[in-house]
């Protein structure tokens, strides 16, 4: 079992930037792929990037492209996503989440991961 805890959300001016965190403890994540997800009101969860842990192999979605980047610190086991340029529509409930079946292939949609953080709240005001 993974246990995932994000933080660092929060209230942001537009063009302002912001850094999650995603912990992660009950094992090491040396052969998973970790995603960050989010969710806005009335939406479906949608794929934001990913890092996959063995060969820091990072994949964004065209919206973040450019402006969001993924990271991970082995020693601490924890995922970063940093957050630049932020717009009004990046508002949302943003998740990490673990895929337990690969460390080196990024998949896209929300079924494939099977631990997933309790979400972490980023609004961006314009």
């Known amino acids: 079992q993974v246990q995932l805890v994000e933080s660092g959300g929060g209230l942001v001016q537009a063009g302002g930037s912001l850094r999650l965190s995603c912990a992660a403890s009950?094992?090491?994540?040396?052969?998973?792929?970790i995603g960050w997800f989010r969710q806005a009101p009335g939406k479906e969860r949608e794929f934001v990037a990913a890092?996959?842990?063995?060969?820091?192999?990072?994949y964004y979605s065209d919206s973040v492209k450019g402006r969001f980047t993924s990271s991970r610190d082995s020693a601490k086991n924890t995922m970063y996503l940093q957050m630049n340029s932020l717009k009004p529509d990046d508002t949302a409930v943003y998740y990490c989440a673990a895929d337990r079946r690969t460390s080196t292939v990024v998949y896209t949609t929300p079924a494939q991961y099977d631990y997933w953080g309790q979400g972490t709240q980023v609004t961006v005001s314009s």
């Open positions: 009950g094992r090491t994540l040396s052969s998973y792929t």
């Open positions: 890092i996959t842990w063995s060969n820091s192999k990072t």
